[in-house]
C-alpha cells in the first residue's frame, strides 16, 4: 500500500503528465528514460523514509506503554501518601535537575524508595550529574538495579543507562568494559528508545563505529 505521500507525490505527476509530455516530444530516449528512473528512484526513497517513520513511531508508542504499565505497578508496592511523595521528590530534580536542590531530593527519594519506577530514573540522573567514581557507581547502580525502569516518554533506564554508562567508561579508560556494556545495548536492549524515539541499537551501532576510528 501508497504512503499518502507517495500518493500525493503520484497525483502531482499525473496532473502535470500532458505538460511534461510536450516538453518532451524531441527529448532523446535515453535521457527521457534517466530522468523517469531518477523520479522512481525519489518515490522510493520518500516510500522508504515513510515508512521508517511509521516503524519508529510505533516502537515509541510501544515503549510509553510500557512505561506506563511499569509506573502502575508501584501502586501495589507503595501507599497513595508515599506515591505522592515519591512524584513530589522526583518533580523537584526534573524542573532543574542539575542544582544541588535536585541532588538532595534525588538521594532522599533513592534512600527511601528503592524500588520505584521514579527511583531507576533518579539513579540515572544521579549517574549523569555526578562525575568520576561516584557517576559510575551510580550508572552501574542504574542499569543492574533498575533496568525495568522507564522515563515517561519511554525512555528505558536499561537502555539508555547503558548507552551512557558506555561512554563513560570508554572516556575513563575502561575500553573492554565499555565495550561489553555496549554489546548489551546491542543485543538486549536494541528496541529501547532515548528521550527522543531513536532505538538504542541504531545508537549502540553508531557508538561502536565511533569506537573503532578512536582505537
Known sequence: MKSK????????????????????????????????????????????????????????EENVAK???????DKSAYKPEELQEIESLYQVANKNWRSDEAKTSLKKLIDKYDKANRTGCATLYMGQMSEGKERIEYLTKAVEKFSDCYYYDGCQVGGYGRFVLALTLWESGEKEKAQKVLGELKTKYKDATDHKGRPMGEIAEATEKEFAAKK
Open 5 to 60: 505521500l507517495a500518493v500525493a507525490i503520484c497525483g502531482s505527476l499525473i496532473a502535470f503528465a500532458p505538460f511534461s509530455s510536450l516538453l518532451a516530444a524531441d527529448e532523446d530516449p535515453a535521457a527521457l528514460k534517466a530522468r523517469v528512473a531518477e523520479l522512481e528512484k525519489r518515490l522510493s526513497e520518500l516510500e522508504g523514509k515513510a515508512a521508517n517513520e511509521k516503524k519508529l513511531e510505533k516502537l515509541r
Open 67 to 73: 512505561a506506563k504499565k511499569r509506573g502502575s505497578e
